[in-house]
């Protein structure tokens, strides 16, 4: 069985410049989170999908920041007029389920460098 | 939200136990104690959780302090493949997970 895949892998954009980040959570599963990590620090929440509802989008840094994820699948992370310090790796997990104990599934992640 | 305190750094011996320890004074009686781990370049990884009681699993198990107020990951024999970043998180029915800085464990051959 696929686990969470990323893509892609590492992206290297040119300051000013509009990224997307795709995530394909395991299959059937209802809940989607992305999260930002910066280097040598834990993963910080950005923004949860339960479905394609976004519920939750508070850790978003800016309004540059974009998530959807239309039919309740797929996931894509749009950076629009990329910074410096949108330099990250960016971890998308999912979960099959919504309640405090159901585990979360990570992918490999998407390393940014914006230069 | 609950927040979790762990060390900073942890070193042991390889093939012996490991007690990881997370202290979370604040917890609520619906917040689940999860335990991640991130080896370099990965994503995080799944390790264990519990609530209220003791659990085993087959990576490690979790010893819950009877006030829920601090628990304790155990590695019952380290590997050098559990040289890791562990992450103790507290979560209720939310969306959010917060992992702090977590305790980066070296094990020494």
């Known amino acids: 069985g696929a686990g969470v895949s990323q893509s892609p892998r590492y992206k290297v954009a040119k300051r000013g410049q509009d990224v997307a980040l795709r995530c394909d959570p395991i299959s059937g599963h209802v809940s989607l989170f992305w999260y930002q990590q910066a280097l040598g620090q834990g993963p910080e929440f950005l923004t949860y999908?339960?479905?394609?509802?976004?519920?939750?989008k508070s850790g978003l840094p800016s309004d540059r920041f974009f998530a959807e994820r239309p039919e309740g699948s797929v996931s894509t992370l749009k950076i629009q007029r990329t910074q410096q310090e949108d330099s990250a790796v960016y971890l998308c997990a999912s979960s099959p389920g919504t309640g405090g104990k159901n585990e979360q599934f990570f992918g490999p992640g998407t390393r940014l460098t914006v230069l | 939200d609950a927040k979790t305190t762990q060390p900073n750094s942890m070193e042991s011996n390889e093939e012996e136990p490991v007690h990881l320890p997370c202290n979370h004074s604040t917890i609520s009686g619906t917040d689940y104690i999860h335990w991640y781990r991130q080896l370099p370049s990965q994503g995080p990884e799944y390790v264990i959780h519990?609530?209220?009681s003791n659990v085993n699993n087959r990576m490690a198990s979790l010893a819950i302090a009877e006030d829920r107020k601090s628990s304790t990951l155990i590695l019952h024999r380290a590997t050098l493949r559990d040289a890791a970043v562990y992450y103790c998180?507290?979560?209720?029915?939310?969306?959010?997970?917060?992992f702090g800085t977590g305790t980066s464990l070296t094990v020494i051959p």
């Open positions: 998180i507290l979560r209720a029915t939310g969306n959010q997970f917060y």
């Open positions: 999908f339960q479905n394609e509802a976004q519920l939750d």
């Open positions: 519990g609530l209220t």
